[in-house]
């Protein structure tokens, strides 16, 4: 701070006010202060230790895989939201690394943020970081992945409920062997999903082996080798839930490497309805969640938060919906049987 007024020419005090982005400097001491601060090379962390602790117009938000449309729209839906209610959204893609995500949690508290959003790739290890950002006076909201132990605001949606209406679906048009690719287990919202799935068989009586439900990433890549896995057993499962869209588009490539088709042999159904269901071929059944407002809740919750909404905890639980599309129709053999009953005799 010193050596920025000294170079300056100015007091601490208007290097204070330039650096905290008070109005009240004028526009030649505003740009001598930052000419100095480029020309000394200083880091945001750096001029923080020598700033007053007050929060800025920053919300930081931390996604897990930049790569994924979701998180896209995820981060669509909070950036308009916070811009337009004069804040400014910071993203960090941890690439579901925990140890790359730690590192932004922990550097990202030197640019004092309002608020931070958190969509974790590890929903144990990041509960400690947030708490302390809670204590240092930020808003926090964790969205989609939900820590066990977390008594601060959170936005999901309705996870089991949309893999058991999704799974009925499958068995109301006559699958019974079915299969499930999930994500991570120690993610809420892939655990959810599968006990979605399960709730559907036991209701219909339906009994799996373990191996017919197989858990994996969040990828296409993970979805294409589970459901390779899945389609050398025998019995082949004529049906595959996938807990994303990603995993049941990995699946739909590793259908058709093995020369089958969907849905004539074998039905695929996602989660998320990304904008891709609709243009693949077959296109995608899919449960769809409102992807963008998670985000924009999530955002307008921390606004509220931070001009003065000191409420109870809020826990948003946004609805999913069942879009069906090409990729769905009854098991092979009863089309066939329905195909043979409606055959002509060939008689006179």
Known sequence: MKEIARLADVSL????NV???????????RKRVLEAVQALGYQPNQLARGLRRDKTNIIGMVISDVSNPFFAAVVRGAEDTAFKNGYRLFICNSDNDFTKEQTYLREMQTYLPSGLIIMT??????LALAEEYRKAGSAVVYVDRLPHHWTGDTVTSMHEDGA??????LIGLGHKLLSM??????LTNSGERVAGFRKALREARI??????????KFDKESGYQKATLLLNMSPRPTAVFAANDLLALGALNAIRHFGLRCPEDISVIGFDNLDVAEFVTPSLSSVEQSVYQLGAVAAQMIV???????????????TTALRLRASVAPPPMQDAAKRARHKPSGKN
């Open 13 to 16: 005090g208007t290097v204070s």
């Open 19 to 29: 650096l905290s982005g008070l109005p009240t400097v004028r526009e030649p001491l």
């Open 121 to 126: 790739s590890n929903i144990k290890g990041s």
């Open 164 to 169: 058991y209406q999704a799974t009925k679906h």
């Open 181 to 186: 690719i999930g994500g991570s287990s120690q």
């Open 207 to 216: 009994t799996l082996k373990p191996e017919y439900i197989q858990e994996g």
């Open 304 to 318: 509220d938060r931070i001009q003065g909404d000191t409420g109870p905890r809020k826990e948003r639980v946004l």
